[in-house]
Structure formats: structure tokens, C-alpha cells
């Protein structure tokens, strides 16, 4: 008892004879009246309880200090730039210093570590290992000798697999206990939230790294399609995600032509360069081929790629084609690519296939066909995404339609057979992402400078689509378009400006209302089935509202709302629809109009 | 669109010549209206427009009515057939004064 408080009380105590520990019982015997020995012993009882509450209230603050300091010293680790492992061991060193622990030992399934000298880890990691293989795992106290074992199980969303001890010599207290929940609570979510940073910074690389390989992959590609006269060629594709498996490559080798449109199956990284690797493979063997010996490109593919493909466990379908445009003389080998269409005047019919795709058999098979094109005759190889595209509802595109839309194209311009195929399937897909990779190859046999070649034009429907600036001089260019397009319907002195004027006036409506004066573009797209004639007006600008239109009375001059009028006398038929952020106008006329 | 002016005894002839459309108003437009505070009339020759639309119409309208408001007198003269068509589909054959052949007076 060194306190001022204390000594006191010894002095009055030793003064009146009494007992501190006796207090007031021996009042009788002491040398002071009763109420004094009283007075002292209320004193004795109330120095001791201001004894006890001062040692709690020391105790509480020490603690407060603590779990302060503890929160700075864990607040100091940077898990963003350290990896999960390395915020492991500098959580257990924190937790060494702020219990004053011998050894600190976390246990998962995955790792142990330890901290602090080995005799003490491995008995400490025994401890808590032995505690872990016991079923409900709950805060326990292990005491061996002078060796205390404090074992926390440390929460998780999958439950309880881990635990965060420390061992301690001589006795722990509640308040070190107090301190442990606390860090452990502290241990588990810094812990999480490591694990989640590497988690992104993994999954960020491997997105940086697909990004990269597509871009590489898409770039083994011809950039344009070749030139070669007495043929058109239109290439495209479209790659669904960031990496496609959709390729075509072609070369031309004294002008004749050999080419190669394929789909490889699977999607994404893996897919795209296995394409990268056909390229390569299918180039090499052009390069020592002429177009009949198709067969023996075929059988070469197959030999050097077979080993490859079955390692990594993926197939190639693929059209491979050797073609001499002088004398129409198409050569084709076909291993498992669909659609493969051939479009003549007297229909539309499927190139069939004469081997499984590449990467099935290790063996080749099967012969190439050989096909004389005349004038006007399309080659037309897609690939499945264009005939799996689906609708909003879920349905396919279809093989069958996509067929069936070729027969009326024979003798277009090969990019107009693209543009139109593509367009189809673009309306079909609106607002459907598309799921797979989209690729089109179209060879036209015959320059399109040539005239096609003379047919039932009643039969044949023309098709055209413009694209313009949303101006009101722009717009001046669909009448040349408008004449090239009805031309072959024979002279119509008035037919002809009554249709380009509706078609004006619509045109001249988008601009000033549609899109305001702003910027944008109309797409005009026709077509001439017979003697009718279907025009259809596409823009993004601001819907219309039919009841912003002013009806003019005959014979009262006004300023607005004669466009419209005079469409609907102009033309058949007028129709507005508001298709998703478009606007579509659609006139139909027939030219034997009255 | 070439536009002239040819100034007369009564008034001021305006003679277009080729496409009268939505682009070619706001130049329409500028020329006239000085046009529109002289004396006498304001008569717009049609003879040689080959295209006509409903933009080019309505600024039609729209001179005539501000020639009304002056009390002068406008009228459209020699309508080529994309003119007449379009002033009688919209029958505004009837709202606009149209001078007939036999009161033409040529431009000098």
C-alpha cells in the first residue's frame, strides 16, 4: 500500500490500536470510542472498493488502448499491394506485438503460418490443428506446462475451416481474451479482402490477355477481299465476343483463286487461335496448289492439323475452294461448313459435305466437287450464326429462310447479296445479341460492270439500299438513286416523279422533324418484286407523332403539313412504324398505278 | 436553283430556274423579301422549276401572305407540270393567285 489514501489509514489505524483487517469487530478493545472505530472501518471498507474499482478502470483503459493501437498497426497494411500471403504474415506479426504472444500460428486449409521461434509454432500448430479436426469448433484455452494455447476459429462465408492462435507462457486474462476476439474479427475481413483484390487482378489480366489474342487473331484476316477480274467477292464477319472462331483467307495465284471459309468450334480465346494456326495452314497449302487439286489441300489440312486439333481438342469446319474465274470453273471441297449454297437461274442448291470437319478423323476422305458457273451464278457461304441468329422470342433465323431468300438474288452484285443477307438477319436479331460469330462469304461469277444477264424481271426482284446524311442537299441523291433502281421497269414519265417526290417529301419530314436539324443518317433501302415497287425510310431521329400533323383544307393556304398529304396521294401506301429507337416509313406503289 | 429578278412598269418578276426543294428556300427566302417592300406587284415565274416540293410550296404560302399583309399582289406564272401537279394535289391551285396564259406578260 503506497498510495496517500492508504498510508493515512495505516497511521489512524496504528494510532487507535485497531485492525485494518479486523476493522470495527474489536472496536471494544481499541483505544477509541465505538464511533470512531466505526468511522474507521467505513473508511478501511471504502479505500479498499476505491482499490478495486481503480485496478478495473485501469484494465478497461489498457484494453481501449490496445484495441486502438491494434486497429492503427492493422490499419497500416496495404493490402492493396501485397499479395494475400504476404498481408498473412504481417497480420501475424502485428498480432505477436499487440498480445505479446510467444508464437502466433493462422491455419487454414489451404496454408499455415507461424510466427515466432519453431518449438513454440509447431506445438502451437498442433494445437490448433487438433482442434480443427474436432467437429464444432468454438474459442479454446489449451494449457501444457507453462504453455497456454488461445485458439479463435476465424469466421468465413463457407463456414469454420480456419483459426488464428497464439501461445502464451504463464497466465492470459479476459482482458488479452477480449483482445484476441477482437483481432480476429479484424484478421478475417482483411483476409477477405485480399483475396478479393487478386481475384480482380487475376481475372483483369486474363481479360486484358483475351482482348490482346482477338485482336491479333481477327488481324490474320484479309483486310479486303481479292480482286480478280471476271469475278466480285464480298467477305465479311462479325465476331459475336471479343475473340471469334469464324475465319476465310484466300490467295490468288495466277489469277485464279484459292480460298478457304471455316468456323471453328467453340468460341472465345482457345478458338481464335486455333483459327490463327488453320490460316497459317491452309496459306502454306494454297501456296502449293492449283484450284483443281483442292482435294489434295483438303488431305494436306487434314494431316498437319489433325494432331493439333485432337490435342486441344477442338474441330474445324471448312469450305475450301479453287476457282479459275475465266472459265467459271469452280472447285469445292467441303469438310462438315454449312450453309455452302450454290444460286443458279434454276435455284438454289447445297454443296454437301465429303468429310467430317477437320480434327474428327485422322484420316482424309472424300472428293471435291467441280461446278461451271455461268454469269450471274453466287457461291454463298455463311456460317452458322447467321442461320442460328435468334429473334427476341427465341427463334431461329433458319436455315431454310436464309435458302430460300437466295434464289430471288442470282445475278446481284455480290456485295449486294451481302448487304441484303446481313441486313435480314439484322432485322431478324434486333435487339438479340448475337451469339455466335456472324461470316459471310459471297463470290458473284461475272464483273459486276458486265449486264446481268437477261431473265424474268418480273420474276427477280431488284433490290438497292442508300445510306444519307440527314440534310436537306442530301437528300437530292435519291433521285438518280430512285431512276437506277425503277429503271428497268421501262419509261414512266410520271410514275417516277410522283415516287421520287413522295420519297423526297418523307426524306425532307426526317430531317426537319425527325431529327431536328441535328445530325444523323436516313437509310433508304427498295426493292422491285414485278411491277411494285417497296420503299422503305429508316432513321434514329425523334418518333413521330401523327397527332403534331396538321391537316391542310383544300383551298386554305398554310404553311405546314402538305408533306404527308401529299405522300398519301403520291403513293399506294404509306405506313409508319416505330421499330425500337428507328423510325420506319414504308411506301408501296404499284407502276401499273392508275 | 438560279433566281432572277426583272423589274417592270407594275411590279417585279422573280424567274426560277431548275430545283426548287427544302434546300433551296432559305436562299429563296433572302432574295425576296427586299422584293416585298417595293411597289407594285411580286409575280414568280415557274416556267423552267423541274422539281417542286412541299417545302418550296409552303415558302410560297408563306411570301404571299406577307405580300397580302403589304397589300401587294402576288402571283405564280407559267407553272411547269411538277408545279401543277403539286398546287393541285394540295389544291392550293386555288388559294395562290396563278396568273393564266393569255394575261402572261413576258419579261422583257
Not at chain 1, 151 to 166: C, R
Request: proline share 6%; with cysteine.
Amino acid at each position: 500500500m503506497t498510495r496517500p489514501a492508504d498510508r493515512a489509514l495505516q497511521t489512524l489505524l496504528a494510532a487507535t490500536g485497531m485492525d485494518a483487517a479486523r476493522g470495527a469487530v474489536d472496536g471494544a478493545e481499541a483505544a477509541v470510542s465505538s464511533e470512531v472505530a466505526e468511522a474507521i472501518a467505513v473508511l478501511v471498507s471504502q479505500v479498499a472498493d476505491a482499490a478495486v474499482f481503480r485496478d478495473e478502470l485501469v484494465a478497461a483503459l489498457v484494453e481501449t488502448q490496445n484495441q486502438l493501437l491494434s486497429v492503427y498497426a492493422i490499419a497500416q497494411i496495404q493490402t492493396a499491394s501485397m499479395t494475400p500471403a504476404e498481408v498473412e504474415s504481417r497480420l501475424l506479426e502485428v498480432v505477436a506485438d499487440l498480445t505479446k504472444a510467444d508464437a502466433v500460428a493462422l491455419v487454414t486449409p489451404a496454408v499455415t503460418r507461424t510466427h515466432g521461434s519453431d518449438a513454440d509454432a509447431r506445438w502451437l500448430e498442433g494445437q490448433v490443428t487438433g482442434h480443427l479436426d474436432a467437429p464444432g469448433i468454438a474459442p479454446a484455452q489449451v494449457e501444457e506446462g507453462d504453455r497456454t494455447a488461445l485458439i479463435w476459429p476465424l469466421p468465413s462465408d463457407d463456414g469454420v475451416t480456419a483459426a488464428l492462435a497464439l501461445l502464451r507462457r504463464g497466465p492470459t486474462d479476459t482482458g488479452l481474451r477480449k483482445l484476441m476476439s477482437f483481432l480476429v474479427e479484424i484478421v478475417a475481413s482483411i483476409r477477405t479482402r485480399a483475396f478479393l483484390q487478386e481475384e480482380q487482378i487475376r481475372r483483369a489480366g486474363i481479360a486484358r490477355e483475351h482482348e490482346a489474342a482477338s485482336r491479333l487473331a481477327q488481324a490474320a484476316l484479309p483486310s479486303r477481299p481479292p480482286f480478280l477480274p471476271g469475278c466480285e467477292i464480298a467477305e465479311s464477319t462479325r465476331p459475336a465476343r471479343s475473340a471469334g472462331g469464324d475465319f476465310y483467307t484466300h490467295v490468288v495465284v495466277d489469277e485464279n483463286l484459292l480460298f478457304a471459309v471455316g468456323d471453328v468450334a467453340g468460341k472465345g480465346l482457345p478458338a481464335a487461335l486455333v483459327m490463327t494456326k488453320v490460316i497459317a495452314a491452309c496459306m502454306s497449302a494454297f501456296a502449293s496448289h492449283r484450284p483443281d487439286q483442292i482435294g489434295d489441300v483438303a488431305a494436306q489440312l487434314c494431316d498437319e492439323l489433325y494432331p493439333y486439333l485432337s490435342d486441344v481438342g477442338l474441330f474445324v469446319t471448312v469450305l475450301l475452294g479453287g476457282y479459275v474465274p475465266g472459265t467459271g470453273t469452280l472447285f469445292l471441297f467441303n469438310a462438315g461448313h454449312s450453309p455452302t449454297l450454290i444460286v443458279t437461274a434454276e435455284g438454289t442448291t447445297t454443296v454437301k459435305s465429303v468429310m467430317p470437319p477437320l480434327g474428327v478423323l485422322p484420316t482424309p476422305s472424300g472428293k471435291s466437287v467441280e461446278i461451271r458457273l455461268r454469269h450471274g451464278d453466287l457461291l454463298v457461304v455463311g456460317s452458322d450464326g447467321l442461320t442460328e441468329q435468334e429473334d427476341h422470342a427465341g427463334r431461329l433465323f433458319g436455315y431454310d429462310r436464309f435458302t430460300s431468300m437466295l434464289g430471288p438474288l442470282h445475278g446481284r452484285k455480290a456485295s449486294d447479296v451481302s448487304d441484303h443477307l446481313l441486313r435480314l438477319v439484322d432485322e431478324h436479331g434486333r435487339d438479340v445479341p448475337a451469339s455466335d460469330d456472324q461470316t459471310l462469304f459471297v463470290l458473284r461469277h461475272g464483273d459486276g460492270a458486265e449486264a446481268s444477264p437477261p431473265g424474268d424481271s418480273s420474276r427477280v426482284p431488284v433490290l438497292s439500299t442508300t445510306t444519307l446524311d440527314a440534310t436537306h442537299l442530301a437528300v437530292r441523291a435519291l433521285g438518280p438513286w430512285l431512276a437506277d433502281l425503277c429503271g428497268h421497269l421501262g419509261t414512266a414519265d410520271v410514275l417516277l416523279p410522283q415516287l421520287g417526290l413522295a420519297l423526297h417529301e418523307v426524306c425532307v419530314n426526317v430531317v426537319d422533324h425527325g431529327y431536328g436539324g441535328t445530325p444523323g443518317t436516313i437509310t433508304v433501302s427498295g426493292r422491285v418484286d414485278g411491277p411494285t415497287v417497296h420503299l422503305e425510310v429508316r432513321d434514329r431521329g425523334r418518333e413521330f407523332d401523327e397527332a403534331s400533323v396538321v391537316r391542310p383544307t383544300p383551298g386554305v393556304p398554310q404553311i405546314r403539313g402538305y408533306g404527308l398529304m401529299l405522300v398519301e396521294q403520291l403513293v399506294d401506301s404509306v405506313d409508319y412504324l416505330r421499330d425500337g429507337d428507328e423510325n420506319v416509313w414504308r411506301l408501296t406503289t404499284r407502276w401499273d398505278r392508275p | 436553283m438560279d433566281l432572277t429578278t426583272s423589274d417592270l412598269a407594275d411590279g417585279t418578276v422573280v424567274t426560277l430556274v431548275g430545283r426548287f426543294d427544302a434546300h433551296e428556300v432559305p436562299a429563296f427566302r433572302d432574295s425576296v423579301a427586299p422584293l416585298l417592300d417595293r411597289d407594285g406587284d411580286l409575280v414568280v415565274d415557274l416556267f423552267s422549276v423541274v422539281f417542286i416540293d412541299s417545302s418550296a410550296l409552303a415558302e410560297l404560302v408563306r411570301t404571299s401572305k406577307l405580300a397580302k399583309e403589304r397589300d401587294t399582289r402576288f402571283a405564280l406564272r407559267n407553272l411547269s407540270a411538277p408545279v401543277r401537279v403539286i398546287l393541285e394535289l394540295t389544291g392550293l391551285h386555288l388559294a395562290l393567285e396563278v396568273e393564266d396564259a393569255a394575261t402572261v406578260r413576258e419579261p422583257s
